[in-house]
């Protein structure tokens, strides 16, 4: 017998916020994350059985502790150490609260830990995987593909950065804004990877983002007065508002153009319009609100065809300029071809080939591109050649569906 869906969503949910708890008692980053791992299996085989706890936190923070002093004690032969570690133990450590009650601090751990992995000790590329892999709960392989590097550096990646902030004391730093940065930006990665899986069967990983939203608030009440975080909140909102309408009944990827608005959550949109029209007033609009402003453009249409495509390549114009990155400017191709032609769109994908040619995404777009100009045999071969780097089933299946419409 195994664990339900909703449990596995409450084990994934529950999990950075045990690790939390156990970096903030005792330390050891590396070995206490190990002992949630055993925390999680130990559930995973326990409570089909005996049924869910009251309280299941309390339980695998219990079990996840007994695991983690037991691997201390194992590590350290002599005496004194032991002496050390015991006299660091809480006295409740190895007692599960009551049900209802929540011995955790007020501060959210999750958030807690999410500060403590953009340590400014690491590299960027350091804090954003070592986050992605204790909190966001992602897998060393489905970093290392949303970064296109191999497995290996990943995990060697992950590994220096989890030796780097060892020792380093758990507590709520005094400096949030300079970590500001980099938190929002792992953020929005964790979103991403929930909102368009990057393997697999599914095409959506909505539990993580779901917590990429939660986290996300916490970070807009901790600052509200930062117009990025409520511009990455908008962003999250507005984009999250349209997954009941982004799969079919079979699961099948329905793009933008398609999709059934009548099926987008409203309360969402009203709320990320709500919070990007505020964020916008209050000064100079950075890059997560520009791309909340061109999500806002999308939601407020009517129809597709009723979307201002000259808003939304004005805005891409501006963010390109502050975000010269590859994504952005094939985004922004596709706003041109949407105003200029597809031709014109075309154009702005060669200069792309040398950055994105890797991944799937530049031929997919060229082969919505090259569908619209009429060129059809070169369009299903992109849409081919596209369906061949993704590693998401129901993305393959699309484009193998749009190349078979195609075919002679």
């Not at 299996?41 to 309390?58: F, I, K, S, Y």
């Not at 032969?77 to 809480?90: F, G, I, N, S, Y």
């Not at 010269?324 to 031709?343: F, W, Y």
């Not at 992109?382 to 569906?401: D, F, I, V």
Request: some cysteine; overall charge neutral; charged content about 30%.
């Amino acid at each position: 017998m195994s664990v339900t869906p909703e449990t596995e969503d409450l084990l994934r949910r529950h999990a950075p916020q045990v690790l939390g708890a156990l970096v903030r008692r005792y330390g050891h980053f590396d070995t206490a994350e190990d002992a949630v791992q055993e925390a999680l299996v130990a559930a995973d085989e326990q409570w089909p059985r005996t049924g869910l706890p009251d309280n299941p936190r309390g339980w695998l923070i219990r079990v996840a502790a007994r695991r983690l002093t037991d691997a201390l004690r194992a590590e350290e032969a002599r005496r004194a150490r032991e002496d050390r570690v015991a006299a660091l133990t809480p006295r409740d450590a190895f007692t599960a609260p009551p049900p209802g009650a929540d011995r955790a601090p007020r501060e959210d751990d999750t958030l807690t830990l999410l500060f403590l992995c953009c340590h400014p000790n690491l590299t960027p590329a350091a804090q954003i995987a070592l986050t992605l892999r204790a909190v966001g709960g992602l897998t060393t392989a489905e970093i290392a593909r949303a970064y296109l590097v191999p497995e290996a550096t990943m995990a060697q990646r992950i590994s220096r950065a989890k030796q780097k902030v060892r020792g380093v004391r758990f507590g709520r730093p005094d400096n949030w804004e300079d970590r500001l940065p980099a938190v929002l930006q792992i953020l929005y990665l964790i979103f991403n990877e929930g909102y368009t899986a990057t393997s697999g069967a599914g095409l959506q990983r909505r539990d993580l983002a779901g917590e990429a939203i939660r986290l996300t608030r916490a970070v807009h009440r901790l600052l509200p007065d930062t117009g990025e975080a409520a511009g990455l909140l908008a962003l999250m909102l507005l984009t999250d508002a349209r997954r009941d309408a982004r799969a079919g009944r079979h699961g099948e990827l329905i793009p933008l153009d398609e999709q059934d608005r009548g099926r987008w959550d409203k309360a969402a949109i009203d709320e990320g319009v709500t919070l990007i029209t505020g964020a916008l007033a209050r000064g100079r609009a950075g890059p997560y609100q520009l791309r909340a402003a061109i999500a806002a453009v999308h939601d407020e249409a009517p129809s597709a065809q009723e979307t201002d495509w000259r808003e939304i390549l004005g805005l891409y114009d501006v963010l390109v300029r502050l975000v010269p990155g590859p994504v952005e400017r094939l985004n922004r191709a596709v706003a041109v071809a949407m105003v200029h032609g597809p031709r014109a769109g075309l154009a702005e994908l060669g200069e792309l080939e040398d950055e994105l040619g890797a991944g799937h995404r530049l031929d997919a777009v060229r082969g919505h591109l090259l569908e619209r100009a009429g060129d059809h045999e070169e369009a299903r071969a992109a849409y081919e050649s596209a369906a061949a780097k993704t590693l998401s089933l129901p993305e393959q299946r699309y484009l193998h569906a749009r190349a078979a419409r195609l075919r002679p």
